[in-house]
């Protein structure tokens, strides 16, 4: 079972999200925050096989809190969720520490 936290502060996008993945053999949303504090919680609390982080939230950016997430745990898979299409928003977080960029 693949255990995911998706990080977006969208709450619709999050649900939809939510359902897509949870009708997916082996995965499972288990937390969702609606920001990077609150994932940067939730991480303390939990293991996650896959965290979905927003690269746009209030507060700190997608790219702070994933060098965060890295800091905290370096083998982390994360990734990032963007609307931005050009290539340097996914070359900035890959550089960063995410292990994938989806758009």
């Known amino acids: 079972?693949?255990?995911?936290?998706?990080?977006d502060d969208h709450t619709i996008f999050r649900a939809g999200l939510r359902q897509i993945l949870n009708e997916t053999p082996d995965i499972t949303v288990v937390d969702e925050a609606s920001n990077g504090r609150e994932a940067l919680a939730q991480l303390g609390q939990a293991q996650y096989d896959v965290i979905l982080l927003d690269i746009s939230m209030p507060g700190e950016s997608g790219v702070e809190i994933l060098k965060q997430i890295k800091n905290?745990?370096?083998?982390?898979?994360?990734?990032?969720l963007s609307m931005h299409q050009e290539e340097q928003y996914a070359l900035r977080v890959l550089r960063a520490g995410a292990s994938g960029y989806v758009t």
Not at 1 to 7: D, E, G, K, S, T
């Open 72 to 80: 905290i745990r370096p083998d982390q898979v994360v990734l990032i």
């Open 1 to 7: 079972m693949i255990n995911v936290l998706i990080a």
